[in-house]
């Protein structure tokens, strides 16, 4: 890092040339001329397979064990950090598509586990939360999730990790301006 706060241009890690000029990463590397991804280096990618990863696993063990994939787990991790709120809520944090949340929360309540009162003022807002049968399937699920995380981050040094939470949380940040 200069003294200025901003990071240094690093090197191509893969060929040892400068990175393109105005770049803060080494995500391309050249090939017979072409600028090209270097997906060893590109961060989308890892952030993109990772997830991919984690949701295709989670979503599965979630519907043999349980009946509800990923979007459903994610609401119901939701509904229980913050009860009573409405589907946009749900939409603003865990970044779920409108249909999305929406199918989610009918799977959820057609199988008993949520509880819902539509607003006076405007009939199209309802808010959400979990039942006594909804907080039973999130104390179940969310051992086998931070189960999975604790996998997931085996062998990696606590302060290795406390920097890609750094790191992640300004990812998020910067996100949203995209």
Not at 51 to 75: C, D, H, K, M, V
Request: with cysteine.
């Amino acid at each position: 890092m200069s003294q200025s706060g901003r990071r240094e241009k690093p090197e191509n890690a893969s060929s040892g040339a400068p990175c393109p000029e105005g770049r803060l990463s080494v995500s391309t590397t050249t090939r017979d001329g072409v600028e090209i991804l270097d997906i060893t280096n590109y961060i989308p990618f890892f952030l993109s397979s990772i997830n991919n990863a984690l949701s295709r696993g989670a979503s599965s063990i979630y519907r043999e064990r349980f009946g509800i994939g990923i979007s459903e787990w994610r609401t119901v991790s939701m509904l229980a950090i913050e009860p009573n709120i409405t589907a946009a809520r749900i939409c603003e944090v865990v970044n779920l598509d409108k249909a999305a949340a929406s199918r989610a929360l009918a799977t959820l309540d057609e199988m008993g586990y949520l509880g819902s009162l539509t607003s006076e003022n405007d009939p199209r807002k309802r808010r959400w939360w979990l039942n006594e049968k909804g907080y039973e399937l999130h104390a179940q699920i969310i051992r086998i999730a931070l189960g999975r995380e604790e996998a997931l981050i085996e062998g990696i040094d606590p302060e290795d990790l406390e920097a890609t939470l750094r790191a992640m949380r300004l990812m998020m940040k910067n996100v949203r301006k995209l």
